[in-house]
């Protein structure tokens, strides 16, 4: 049976346990007569629904846990990651809703705007959560907002949710039925990093044939990419969101300070580096950051954390570098795997990102190599 007919396969048989569940959920909170209504889907397996009761509004998330591989016990070994799937490789959370409440009550904790979670069913997958509105930073700066009075209050925000001690498990209690739960917060290890870079050779040459490389020649770029990877491994740690950008960042202008950053996609956190979140803010692959914004966003991170510049720098080139690889493997795989042609739209920005981290020193392995491929990106 096909990947796809067996995920529906399991669907069917779930569905009437999951539509019982949903029911008892939502006449727990007394909104079972609530209207419904379908939002645009993110590139995620979750699906949304705007609930409406008059005048009030929530967020039902739908979610369920058969529709992904399985996330990353933390004490597996890498090669029992490799078996489980892409989410334990890579630390992703799998669209598991208890992560989302775990991590949701974790950054409203340091005064950080997560949507609150009325009810949750974590075995079946279902949330109940705050609407904060439609304002993304996407749209809102378009709209006429302040793009540099946004991006600053996303660097204060991102210094307030590094500041408090790193934690190795946050509490999901609360869940529907009764159980317990916690929600490990995970390294964002070597091999995760590796797995993901790796996706540029992979899929890469499937729309830029010059990338393929030989067998033998595989272990030019697996050096080029061990070194950066290990020189990662020795970047201070921070809590790292993950998918901090601009289309799920909410401008919530009525709140005070960072709180005024309302954040949407929080799950797959992990303990990663002080400068990969602002990497995903500031080379943003659907949209281009105006270079006020962008120095102002840095100097307000300075100015909040006390980090010294140039080695910030340093590091941001390097994440900057393995995580437009990443990305640029992940949009190749998207466009010749699955026929998302809407991605290609992002590629020229994605590649431009890539461009701009290999003119720092720390990546001259590197962009010989691909320059060696691509002659383009030679004006690095």
Avoid at 10 to 37: C, D, F, K, Q
Avoid at 307 to 325: K, M, P, S, T, Y
Avoid at 328 to 335: E, K, M, W
Wanted: negative net charge; hydrophobic residues 50%.
């Amino acid at each position: 049976m096909a990947e796809t007919d067996r995920q529906l396969a399991v669907e069917s048989h779930n569905a009437e346990p999951r539509r019982a569940a949903l029911a008892r959920l939502l006449a727990g909170i007394g909104w079972s007569h609530a209207t419904r209504h379908p939002l645009a889907m993110d590139a995620s397996t979750r699906r949304y629904e705007r609930l409406r009761r008059g005048e009030r509004t929530l967020i039902l998330m739908d979610a369920p846990c058969t529709n992904e591989s399985p996330p990353c016990p933390p004490d597996a070994s890498a090669g029992e990651r490799l078996a489980l799937g892409w989410n334990a490789v890579s630390r992703l959370a799998a669209s598991r809703v208890e992560a989302f409440v775990a991590i949701g009550r974790y950054l409203r904790g340091l005064g950080l705007s997560a949507p609150e979670v009325l009810a949750f069913d974590a075995r079946h997958g279902w949330a109940v959560i705050e609407d904060l509105g439609a304002n993304l930073y996407a749209g809102a700066i378009p709209a006429g907002a302040d793009e540099v009075a946004l991006y600053v209050e996303a660097a204060h925000a991102l210094a307030l949710a590094q500041s408090a001690p790193l934690p190795a498990s946050l509490p999901a209690s609360g869940d529907a039925d009764g159980v317990e739960i916690s929600w490990p917060v995970l390294e964002y290890d070597e091999t995760a990093l590796a797995a993901n870079a790796d996706l540029f050779v992979e899929w890469g040459p499937r729309l830029y044939p010059d990338l393929a490389f030989a067998p033998a020649e595989r272990m030019q770029w697996e050096r080029a990419r061990a070194e950066l990877t290990a020189e990662a491994m020795t970047f201070p740690r921070a809590f790292t969101i993950r998918d901090y950008h601009a289309e799920n960042l909410i401008w919530l202008p009525e709140r005070n300070g960072p709180a005024r950053v309302g954040l949407l996609d929080f799950q797959d956190a992990v303990i990663g580096w002080r400068s990969w979140d602002l990497v995903m803010l500031l080379q943003d692959a659907r949209r281009d950051v105006g270079d006020a914004a962008h120095q102002a966003c840095l100097r307000a991170f300075f100015e909040a954390t006390g980090i010294a510049e140039a080695q910030f720098r340093r590091e941001f080139a390097i994440l900057g570098a393995l995580n437009a690889l990443r990305i640029l493997g992940i949009f190749s795989r998207l466009i010749a795997r699955d026929g998302k042609n809407k991605y290609r739209a992002f590629l020229a920005r994605e590649w431009g990102h890539l461009r701009a981290n290999l003119a720092h020193e720390a990546l001259a392995p590197l962009r010989r190599l691909i320059v060696s491929r691509m002659p383009v990106m030679a004006d690095a």
